[in-house]
């Protein structure tokens, strides 16, 4: 899945998302246009998990 992917299915699952990590803020899971892998950067921070871990999850939701 490519980054363009990954940001439209972005908008489908991001409740869902902060639901499986209570401590994810609005801030943390908010997509800028172009900013993708900076709020993955972010989600790596907060969860500890690689971007490679968190995009599977992601498409996996």
């Excluded at 409740?15 to 989600?43: A, I, N, P, R």
């Amino acid at each position: 899945m490519n980054n363009d992917q990954l940001e439209g299915k972005w908008k489908q699952v991001k409740g869902k998302f902060k639901q499986g990590y209570g401590d994810l803020t609005d801030d943390d899971v908010t997509y800028s246009e172009g900013k993708f892998d900076e709020m993955l950067g972010k989600l790596q921070e907060k969860t500890g998990k690689t971007k490679e871990q968190l995009k599977d999850e992601i498409d996996k939701m």
